[in-house]
């Protein structure tokens, strides 16, 4: 821990997947494997790179380390979260290749899954919702929980942000928002274990101007923005990079747009769902930026959006597409394993061809016959 | 009669009071240590003792000692886990009810050894009297110049603080306990960092449970190879035991470490036989969260060997016919017990007590529970148990503390164990809400392998 | 109506914040919370955290956080006695189930429920560390350990017969 030995930059080796890499002392496993990027890389529902403290509790981006270090090259007991192990000289991980690791992610995406209503076709993060890839690449088919799931009442939490609690994945990601963008936090986490919840006790407006960045960390679509118009399906709306000149924050956004009506501005997003960094700082965009500039007008407009492939809204609707290095057949020597998994039994959107329907969908075109067949 | 060290004086009328407890003998070991020791010879005594931690993952004491960060010009902390919430577990408060100076002798000694010049006991909130009677017995032990400044004339300060919590199982994990006494919510951290570098506030911290502090007085008085000598093997000295459920005497006693199970839950000393007549069906023998054990392989291991009160010989055999030391806490079912109604209780327990931070102990605990439940009131599949075999395997092991391997071990034991009470409850669903399984073939006596010779 | 701790609990409020370094008053939250229930009517109103933040120097959902976390904290008003019935293992494989049972017998609450005339409040909680002393309950600031139904009837009778002032 001495801070002394940490003023050269030096850098480690390490193994990921059968894939070395050099990589900075400090670094994450996680990060690590980011670096190599593709299939290799782990699934992080509750760590972003932006948020101090963040990660550690979702475990789905658990990996197996084969060899601690070339030092102590004994194996790790236990499977460990990636997004909060650092790397060592040496070390050997096994993320894709490693059954253990396969399996009890498995059964985190269903822990996940448990509890989370199967909402999809209304919800509207459907299409850019982090626990629909995750189900959908890593989960098993079919639930095998028969209880009724906890549900707790929408909440509007000031006059832009609507929590729907009985989505939540409880990240803990929108609290770190609150605590380390905003100065007054209003929000947090309330009552324990399974009860557990996000809120602001008594519906408290969040009226600070970077409240609104919540809902881009959150992975689900527990946080959404009231300001939504037209309340549309994403994959309906097109997204194009623009920017403006902004006082308060960087001014570079994603327009989510259908003809010339902005529906809807978020920040940029990265390949791993993050808010994309600028000059090394984070793009946060403020609220005004979000909630109070939408006509086309108010921005300059740079072109389509790079949506990145793991998103089920990437699929065949955009242009720009950003493809990560495929790895997998490199890592896996031949074998395919089956990561692409059905997730039909999770939500029912992919079953439909959406460009087939005249205007928005709405949750009854899920219940159509012709989606029943599809 | 066993050697007793830490509750041999309990008894003696007015000790809980400064002036019999100094009387009696109390306090050398502060004179002993500040005087003519060095804090490094302290540590070196504990770990020459064999002291294992008493909270219940029995790790060498003078080892964690040994880990603790001493940066420059930073405080350190030494903070005693009295949040005593296993259940099954009732010894730390009688030590700290009947001989409170104990618990503070053994903390000024440790802290001179760690060099914690504010120490903090942690109590589980509703012990409202036992932290009264602490803080009185702090009060008598700084107006006799035990606790303060310059103690003893040895340039050593030191106060003692005593800090409620507010109920909350998970706060005697050590990083939760570290955050509550933060004045926060009970989340365990993510470790690394582990405490002995950054704890309380930050800064390098040990925590220990309240009877490993007090071994420290004995372990200083008679030196470390003395109290070695107590025991078998690596389980020295003397340990605490508070047993309940169904026996004649329950209570908490002091053991040496070299009784059998035995002769622990028959012999009148202790736990005095079970009661009306019945018959030992099952114990879990450390604590709620360790392995629960059917009478045949709690009194014999799976080698046909006579199962011993300590560490190594209750974890024979390991998960698959053993069980652990942990907390002490010694919980015995008597044959008219249902031991799934039983695990269904703990159950309820974990999911009450989950800090909700992880999703495989949040969602998990909960799940095992209402399952469990169908199948004590009649409404269980066979593949239940299966299914509950499934989800333990995938909460144990994949959390941030081990609270979510606590959940799961006790289910996990007692389905292996106890599987046909579990099928019986299935496909005898009416009969299971008016009788219980009984005793069955629970306590018959066990076939050992006998080597094959080729 | 602002609410306000005498001088004498305020006095006590500096004493528990001394028990820590300076800047690090948060946490006295958990004992100060300890005794704004006490105080202020058995449980914690929003009203009561808010003030408790401010005495504090906290937010107050730093506050509302800590109250909802710990079992300890009443976020809802109880009866003037509170009848905390362990539950865990240990216990019911002693009858708290039977003594659950009395408690409903005899005044006609079920755990979470309060008596009409808002005298007896039934809980059922976890593990208390009374587990050899079993059945137990928790009243106000002791343990009632080897209930019987005889001691419950003598327990509703002395608190029935209490006048009406505070339980501790
Ligand atoms: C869920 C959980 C609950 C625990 N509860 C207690 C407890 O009540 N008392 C205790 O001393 N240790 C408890 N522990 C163990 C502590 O984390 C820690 O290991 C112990 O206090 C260290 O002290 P020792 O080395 O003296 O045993 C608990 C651990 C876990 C995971
Ligand atoms: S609301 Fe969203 S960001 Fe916040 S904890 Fe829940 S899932 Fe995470
Ligand atoms: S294992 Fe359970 S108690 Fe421990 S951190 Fe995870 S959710 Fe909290
Ligand atoms: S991303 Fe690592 S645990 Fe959630
Ligand atoms: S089980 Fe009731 S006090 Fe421990």
């Not at chain 2, 919430?85 to 000024?108: A, Q």
Request: proline share 5%; net charge negative.
């Amino acid at each position: 821990m001495s801070s002394e030995t940490k003023n050269t930059v030096s850098t480690v080796k390490v193994t990921i997947d059968n894939i070395t890499i050099d990589v900075p002392a400090g670094t994450t496993i996680l990060n690590a494997a980011r670096m190599i990027g593709g299939d290799v890389t782990p699934p992080a529902m509750c760590y972003y790179s932006k948020l101090e403290g963040s990660g550690g509790k979702c475990r789905t981006c658990l990996v197996e380390v084969a060899a601690g270090s070339a030092a102590d090259p004994r194996p790790m007991p236990k499977l460990v979260a990636s997004c909060r192990t650092g790397v060592m000289e040496g070390m050997v991980v096994k993320n894709i290749t490693s059954d253990k690791v396969k399996e009890a992610r498995a059964g985190v995406v269903e822990f996940l899954l448990l509890n989370h209503p199967l909402d999809c076709p209304v919800c509207d993060q459907a299409g850019e919702c982090h626990l629909q890839d995750l189900g959908y690449e890593h989960g098993k088919e079919g639930t095998r929980y028969e209880f009724e799931r906890r549900t707790f009442e929408k909440e509007d939490i000031g006059p832009y942000i609507q929590l729907h609690m009985t989505r939540c994945i409880l990240c803990y990601r929108c609290t770190y928002v609150a605590d380390q963008l905003t100065d007054n936090r209003v929000h947090g986490i309330l009552d324990r274990g399974d009860h557990a919840e996000i809120s602001t006790h008594i519906s408290k407006a969040i009226d600070n101007n970077f409240s609104g960045n919540m809902i881009d960390v959150c992975p689900v679509g527990a946080l959404t923005d009231k300001t939504f118009r037209f309340k549309n399906r994403v994959w309906f709306t097109k997204p194009v990079y623009a920017h403006r000149d902004c006082p308060d924050c960087c001014g570079k956004v994603t327009l989510w747009q259908r003809g010339d009506e902005v529906l809807r501005v978020t920040a940029r997003k990265d390949e791993w769902g993050e808010v994309c960094s600028y000059e090394g700082k984070p793009g946060w965009i403020c609220n005004t930026c979000r909630f109070d500039k939408k006509s086309a007008s108010d921005w300059v407009i740079e072109g389509p959006a790079n949506i990145n492939r793991h998103s089920v809204i990437s699929q065949g609707h955009y242009t720009g597409l950003q493809k990560p290095k495929e790895t997998l057949p490199e890592v896996m020597g031949g074998r395919a394993p089956k990561l692409m998994m059905d997730i039909h039994d999770v939500s029912e959107v992919n079953k439909i061809e959406l460009s087939q329907l005249p205007g928005a969908a709405t949750g009854n075109d899920f219940n159509s016959p012709a989606a029943k067949e599809a | 009669m066993g050697r007793k060290l830490l509750l041999e004086k309990a008894h003696v009328a007015g000790i809980t009071t400064y002036e019999v407890y100094r009387r009696e003998g109390g306090y050398r070991s502060v004179e002993k240590a500040l005087k003519s020791m060095s804090p490094d010879q302290v540590t070196e005594e504990v770990k020459k003792s064999g002291l294992r931690g008493r909270g219940g993952a029995g790790f060498p004491t003078g080892m964690k000692w040994g880990f603790l960060a001493k940066p420059e010009g930073v405080p350190r902390y030494l903070v005693v886990n009295a949040d005593e919430s296993e259940p099954g577990t009732f010894k730390d408060r009688y030590l700290m009810e009947f001989i409170p100076h104990l618990l503070l002798e053994g903390m000024i000694t440790s802290s001179y050894a760690l060099g914690s010049n504010r120490s903090y006991i942690y109590i589980r909130g509703e012990y409202v009297w036992v932290a009264e009677i602490l803080e009185k017995a702090i009060d008598e032990a700084r107006a006799n110049g035990w606790l303060g400044k310059n103690i003893l004339g040895s340039g050593f300060d030191c106060d003692i603080y005593v800090h409620r919590g507010a109920g909350a199982y998970i706060c005697g994990e050590e990083t939760a306990l570290l955050e509550s006494l933060e004045g926060k919510r009970g989340n365990p951290r993510i470790k690394p960092p582990f405490p002995a570098v950054k704890g309380l506030w930050g800064c390098p911290t040990v925590v220990n449970n309240v009877e490993t502090v007090a071994a420290v007085v004995p372990i200083i008085n008679d030196g470390g190879e003395e109290y070695a000598k107590i025991g078998i093997g690596k389980s020295t000295g003397t340990k605490l035991i508070s047993a309940c459920g169904n026996i004649n005497k329950p209570g908490v006693y002091e053991i040496d470490m070299t009784i059998s199970v035995e002769e622990f839950i028959y012999s009148d000393e202790y736990c005095g036989g079970i009661p009306a007549g019945k018959k030992l069906k099952a114990c879990i023998p450390g604590g709620s969260s360790v392995p629960i054990l059917p009478a045949n392989l709690l009194l014999k291991t799976a080698k046909g060997e006579t199962r011993m009160m300590t560490y190594e010989s209750l974890a024979d055999g390991g998960f698959a016919s053993g069980s652990m030391m942990g907390s002490g806490g010694f919980i015995v079912l008597d044959d008219s017990q249902c031991v799934v109604r039983h695990t269904y209780s703990l159950a309820r327990f974990y999911r009450h007590e989950s800090c909700g931070q992880c999703s495989p102990c949040r969602e998990g605990t909960g799940w095992m529970e209402k399952i469990l439940w169908n199948i004590e009131t009649g409404k269980g599949k066979l593949s239940d148990i299966d299914l509950l075999w499934d989800i333990q395997r995938k909460i144990e092991g994949n959390t941030i503390c081990p609270l979510g391997d606590a959940a799961a071990w006790p289910v996990a034991a007692a389905i292996r164990h106890f599987r046909d009470e579990f099928e019986w409850h299935v496909l005898h669903p009416d009969e299971a809400q008016q009788r219980n399984y009984g005793l069955m073939h629970y306590a018959d006596p066990i076939h050992v392998p006998q080597p094959v010779m080729a | 109506m602002s609410l306000c701790f005498s001088a004498d609990k305020l006095k006590e409020v500096q004493q528990i914040i001394a028990r820590y370094p300076e800047g690090r008053q948060k946490s006295a939250l958990l004992p100060v919370l300890h005794l704004a229930q006490q105080e202020f009517g058995g449980w914690l109103s929003t009203e009561v955290m808010d003030y408790v933040a401010g005495l504090l120097q906290l937010q107050p959902i730093e506050v509302y956080e800590v109250a909802t976390f710990y079992s300890m904290y009443n976020l809802k008003p109880v009866g003037k006695h509170l009848l905390e019935v362990c539950q865990t293992g240990p216990c019911m494989l002693n009858g708290s189930e039977g003594i659950v049972a009395y408690i409903y017998e005899r005044l006609g609450i079920r755990p979470g429920e309060t008596t009409t005339d808002g005298l007896f409040t039934l809980k059922t909680v976890e593990c208390l560390g009374a587990c050899g002393y079993a059945p137990m309950l928790q009243h106000g600031k002791y343990y009632r350990e080897h209930l019987t139904r005889e001691k419950i009837d003598e327990l509703i009778a002395s608190c029935s017969a209490q006048p009406v002032s505070a339980s501790h």
